[in-house]
């Protein structure tokens, strides 16, 4: 069974750096995306980005190049979220994703992990 | 707001039949770029139900089904039940900014 556990909630200060986690297993983690989305508290669901950790190839969506930067350590299957300097507009629900096990394109989530929230204060 | 335009609400009564459209344009839907519909209750992670347009996913219900046209998509669900209350967003990839996308959401209300 494909199954992503993501790292706890967090509770950070505006300039604060914070690095969150999402553990695959069930899957083979070298040869499916795994992507991040976040949902703000009373919004929808955006696509921040995607690693494939097989070469560690990434994309981001225009929204979050830059603010964000999405990593991946395949010798423990876990890919990161990590910000260098935290706003409080990052507060939000944060999931990640993966298009294992039957990936019709590379942005398809078949399997989600169960959410960080993340909280930061100003 | 979002490339991909879903209407913000709709609403039906048990066992009637609801749509919710994904309105795109050239750059991703209308490109023949595939698009996913997921399901997302309160408190829990989002599911898929349906990718590439018009295939469910493992275990989802025969009354949810997807449909593509042009530069729009649809997902519809039959046979309405209390537990399909829930977001509903659509997904693609748009040419224009080289990334995926989700609609705004839609809020289904079983009346």
């Known amino acids: 069974e494909v199954q992503l556990e993501q790292s706890g909630a967090e509770v950070k200060k505006s300039g604060e750096t914070l690095k969150i986690s999402c553990k695959g297993s069930g899957f083979s983690f070298t040869s499916y995306w795994i992507a991040w989305v976040r949902q703000m508290p009373g919004k929808g669901l955006e696509w921040m980005g995607t690693?494939?950790?097989?070469?560690?190839?990434?994309r981001y969506s225009p929204s979050f190049e830059g603010q964000v930067t999405i990593s991946a350590d395949k010798s423990i299957n876990t890919a990161y979220l990590k910000w260098h300097s935290l706003k409080a507009s990052d507060s939000g629900m944060y999931f990640c994703?993966?298009?294992?096990?039957?990936?019709?394109?590379?942005?398809?989530?078949?399997?989600w992990g169960q959410g960080t929230l993340v909280t930061v204060s100003s | 707001q979002s490339v991909l335009t879903q209407p913000p609400s709709v609403s039906g009564a048990p066992g009637q039949r609801v749509t919710i459209s994904c309105t795109g344009s050239?750059?991703?839907?209308?490109?023949?770029?595939?698009v996913h519909w997921y399901q997302h209750l309160p408190g829990a992670a989002p599911k898929l139900l349906i990718h590439?347009?018009?295939n469910r996913a493992s275990g989802v219900p025969v009354r949810f089904s997807g449909s593509k046209s042009g530069t729009s998509a649809s997902l519809a669900i039959t046979g309405l039940q209390a537990e399909d209350e829930a977001d509903y967003y659509c997904q693609s990839y748009d040419s224009t900014i080289s990334a995926s996308l989700f609609g705004g959401g839609t809020t289904l209300t079983v009346l």
């Open positions: 690693i494939y950790p097989g070469d560690s190839e990434t």
């Open positions: 050239s750059s991703n839907i209308g490109a023949d770029y595939d």
């Open positions: 590439a347009n018009n």
């Open positions: 994703a993966t298009d294992a096990p039957d990936s019709s394109t590379w942005y398809t989530l078949g399997a």
